[in-house]
């Protein structure tokens, strides 16, 4: 076949490429168009099979439409049962929010004694320094038949580390503000233990001639079942006590005296009181259960 003069020829068929880019036919063919190009015949490969009309192309499911009818569901995993039961919900204890320590139930006249030993009590343990306010406190509750827990305000004061106001170098606003924030942390952590079911033994070294400073703040803080009672043992047994004390746990002898002598004003205040002079420890805590069941049986008035 010839091609009228002056009409360019087409590009030249290279294997495995189509036609050039950009060439068009019609661009230098003015008139009806001559139908498509010839396609070039496919590389000769392994003989086949007699060639048969292609199968409509499969259509892919839609995503709303599940699974082909052919393919089973599939079964349900964990993820599809959803929340599991509160019943086996694991890791999470409720525990009652504290309150104020209520004043204990007084018996009537024909019941026994109360037993201290068995009885979820909120306890204070006042005293000089050296009068052995914190040994017995922990040993009293050490032998108790029912949870109990010893919290410590001198303990608790010195939780402060840089910054402590040590009431040693003057007592002053600061050191007032850090015994008050220490006395109110105790008291928050005595009605949590007591809402729970333990028992509480607090000891601090409360002054009568300041009951807004001392036991008002306890009472405030803990409740009014709280039970004060008072060890105060001879200044002679204070003194030796304090002698074998380091840091600043230990006060000079005039400060001792000075304390010890405030202290003498909790005769005649109704409170119960120990002279443990003569008494080992597991004879004042001994002494201290008695104590208590009179306290139990009869509040004092404070």
């Known amino acids: 076949m010839q091609h009228p003069v002056g009409s360019p ?17 019609a661009a ?13 015949p496919p590389a000769p490969g392994p003989p086949t099979a007699p060639r048969q009309a292609p199968a409509p192309p499969r259509q ?3 995503p709303a439409s599940g699974p082909a009818p052919h393919q089973p569901a599939p079964a349900p995993g964990p993820h599809h049962l959803g929340p599991a039961p509160a019943s086996e919900t694991t890791g999470h204890v409720s525990l009652p929010p504290g309150g104020p320590v209520a004043v204990p139930s ?3 006249a024909t019941a026994a004694a109360p037993d201290p030993t068995t009885t979820t009590l909120a306890v204070l343990l006042i005293g000089p320094a050296g009068a ?7 040993y009293w509750a050490d032998h108790r038949r029912v949870p109990t827990a010893h919290i410590s305000l001198d303990d608790v004061r010195e939780w402060v580390r840089s ?12 050191s007032e503000a850090q015994y008050r924030l220490a006395r109110r942390t105790c008291g928050f952590s005595a009605r949590n233990f007591l809402a729970n ?15 807004v400073v001392g036991l008002g703040g306890w009472k405030r803080h803990v409740g009014p079942g709280l039970l004060p009672v008072v060890l105060l043992p001879g200044l002679d047994i204070v003194l030796e006590r304090n002698a074998e ?11 001792v005296a000075r304390i010890h002598g405030r202290m003498a004003g909790w005769y005649g205040s109704g409170l119960p009181i120990i002279d443990n002079s003569q008494l080992d420890i597991p004879d004042t805590a001994h002494l201290l259960d008695e104590v208590l069941s009179r306290s139990i049986a009869s509040p004092p008035t404070w």
């Open 132 to 138: 052995g306010k914190t040994s017995v406190a922990k």
């Open 106 to 108: 007084v018996p009537p």
């Open 163 to 174: 910054g402590f106001a040590d009431p040693q170098t003057g007592w002053n606003e600061h």
């Open 28 to 40: 230098h063919h003015p008139g009806p168009p001559q139908g498509p190009a010839p396609v070039p």
């Open 197 to 211: 079911g333990i028992s509480c033994i607090l000891d601090d070294a409360v002054f009568p001639d300041r009951p």
């Open 9 to 25: 020829l087409p590009p030249p068929h290279q294997p495995g490429h189509g036609p050039a880019l950009g060439w068009s036919p």
């Open 60 to 62: 892919a499911p839609h």
């Open 245 to 255: 004390r380091s840091g600043n746990r230990r006060l000079t002898d005039e400060e």
